[in-house]
């Protein structure tokens, strides 16, 4: 029984109850999400711009190495021809992107009774994307639409009428012409009737150069040019296939003389240029490496910078609906 005169005992629970509750676990454990919490919050508001950021970014990186492989492609197969070797064509078939974003982190926090409190706080943010671009051979079929058909007049006309120079047209593509007087001219150097070939596609050129050339629709179907006062059916004209005018275009690649007996050298018309160099040109549209040298179409050679786009322009048009386009899949987010 305690008296009055009965020392009182302190109850140890109630003299640090200020500091009972900053040392709580709920309390420490709040002090220690905290910052955790607040810190993720903002890294994933900065990791959605990230993301989008580098969503636009990856896809003008596709659009380039998709656009750059293709190029490429084509002067390479350009130079296996030269060498009369056999090409090889692949098509972009599909391009799938996925991306992966990861938040962690690690807080902790020491409240001594007596002293300086101290926290610790680790974060830690990772993005990554991971790209696959499959391609498939052109074979079969495709191949022989694409590379074997010969080009439609139908093709020419919308050529033509794209603005093409109907120089390059002609020497690219167009086979012989048959005059309606029976008059044959061959778009080869070596034929005799080359000369002949090249002043008709003049004249036609110099109707081009003042807006005086068109093509217009015939009465019995097809299509004919029309340049001033002459007209001419393009169902006259006998054209190359795409095969034919990559391999006409491939006499003016510059071949060195250790390769020289790999090729048989014929004049070409010099609507393409390919030159060769021991080291990676500097300044080049595209070079590719081939058999210990590198060939490459100058920046400042425009002629042959519009020719290589034609050729590209081309075989996409022959290339038609025979197989699907490519697929290309990116997450929105």
Known sequence: MMTSDSPMKANPMTHT???????????????????????????????????????????????????????????????????????????????????????????????????????????????????????????????????MSEVTPTTFALLVRAGWPIVKLSELLVERVTLQSGEVMTGRPSSVSYPKFQAFFQTLQDAEDVDELSVAPMKGGGFELVASKQTIAIESFQFRSLFSAMFMAARNVDTPPSRASRTKVKQGAGELVIRVYDTPPKDALVFVEYTGHYYAIANDDIRSKDTLALLMQLSRIQAGPASPPPLITIPAR
């Open 17 to 147: 109850s200020i500091n009972a509750l900053i040392h709580s676990p709920r309390r420490l454990l709040a002090l220690a999400i905290l910052p955790v919490a607040a810190t993720s919050l903002a890294l994933f508001a900065g990791g959605c711009k990230v993301a989008n950021t580098a969503l636009r970014a990856d896809f003008v990186d596709f659009n380039s190495i998709i656009q750059g492989n293709q190029t490429q492609q084509m002067l390479l197969n350009l130079v296996r021809m030269h060498y009369r070797e056999t090409p090889l064509f692949m098509q972009a078939g599909a391009l799938t992107a996925s991306y992966e974003s990861s938040i962690g982190g690690n807080s902790t926090a020491t409240i001594p009774v007596d002293g300086d409190s101290e926290f610790g706080l680790e974060i830690d943010y990772k993005f990554s994307s991971k790209p696959t671009i499959s391609y498939t051979p052109i074979e079969g079929k495709a191949y022989v639409d694409q590379f």
